[in-house]
Nanobody, 118 residues
Framework: QVQLVESGGGLVQAGGSLRLSCALA????????VAWFRQAPGKEREFVAD????????YYADGVKERFTISGDNDKNTVYLQMNNLKPADTAVYSC???????????WGQGTQVTVSS
């Protein structure tokens, strides 16, 4: 089993920045990919970014690739999502997910709320 705990959410004005953290614990040697997803009220959950923890290869949704950066610190078993130039449309609950393969995530965190005011 792997446990994921997100932190770093909050309220920020449009144009501001936040850094989310996803701390992994447990059998993390089984994890190759860690991703961030978000779900806004009344909308489906959507993919934001993924990182291959072995190669460092990253993947981004089209709407965030110029503003968000996913990174990992293997020593701390933590994955970060740096979000810059935030927009009200970025308001959502952000959750991290982990798994062996890209787009196949077996473990999920509880999420952290990000609210961007205009």
């Amino acid at each position: 089993q792997v446990q994921l705990v997100e932190s770093g959410g909050g309220l920020v004005q449009a144009g501001g920045s936040l850094r989310l953290s996803c701390a992994l614990a447990g059998h993390t040697l089984t994890i190759n990919h860690v991703a961030w997803f978000r779900q806004a009220p009344g909308k489906e959950r959507e993919f934001v970014a993924d990182i291959n923890e072995n190669t460092g290869t990253t993947y981004y949704a089209d709407g965030v690739k110029e503003r968000f950066t996913i990174s990992g610190d293997n020593d701390k078993n933590t994955v970060y999502l740096q979000m810059n130039n935030l927009k009200p449309a970025d308001t959502a609950v952000y959750s991290c997910a982990a798994g062996m393969h890209y787009a196949k995530y077996d473990y999920w965190g509880q999420g952290t709320q990000v609210t961007v005011s205009s």
